[in-house]
């Protein structure tokens, strides 16, 4: 019986990540600044998860398509307009949008408060899009459109060039 109770090995990393309210990786991108809960590497790549805050009257990226990953958001204080082709939406707290590959998508924040957004990306693929804008910052240079296209498109993204 002591043989069976014996049958886990110890072992070398925790089974959970945890992530506390102080903790993560802060990137910041002109006015908005997203805390990453998780970039992939506790999920084996699956999921990412991060969280937002917008500004007041902050403009978001063009609008874009991603290839690859399915973008979810969850708005959990204030209100975000998504615009989805030639829709618009406007999501107040409590709401999510799940934006699946290959649709085209962008959002901002419009009123005179700021918005907190909880996103999640599966798999993790665009995390390090962030960080490459975020380094653009840091080294002083302008974020120009292109800049913007060639980070996206290292991300199998594309603007949305229909729609602009």
Not at 35 to 56: C, F, K, N, Q
Not at 62 to 82: A, I, K, M, N, W
């Given at each position: ?44 790549h699956r999921l990412a998860i991060a969280e937002s805050v ?111």
């Amino acid at each position: 019986m002591t043989e069976e109770v014996k049958t886990s090995e110890p072992q070398t990393h925790p089974p959970v990540s945890v992530m506390g309210p102080g903790d993560g990786e802060m990137i910041v991108l002109g006015t908005t600044r997203m805390r990453v809960l998780e970039d992939g590497s506790h999920t084996g790549h699956r999921l990412a998860i991060a969280e937002s805050v917008l500004a007041p009257h902050t403009q978001g990226p063009p609008q874009h398509r991603h290839d690859r990953h399915d973008e979810g958001f969850y708005v959990l204080s204030g209100t975000v307009r998504f615009t989805v082709g030639d829709e618009d939406y406007d999501a107040a707290t409590g709401t999510l949008v799940m934006v699946p590959p290959g649709t085209p998508h962008t959002f901002a924040n419009l009123t005179d408060q700021p918005a907190v957004m909880l996103s999640t990306f599966t798999p993790d693929l665009y995390v390090q899009y962030f960080r490459d804008l975020q380094e653009v910052f840091a080294g002083g240079r302008p974020l120009t459109p292109q800049a913007n296209i060639d980070a996206m498109s290292r991300y199998a993204t594309e603007p949305a060039t229909d729609l602009a």
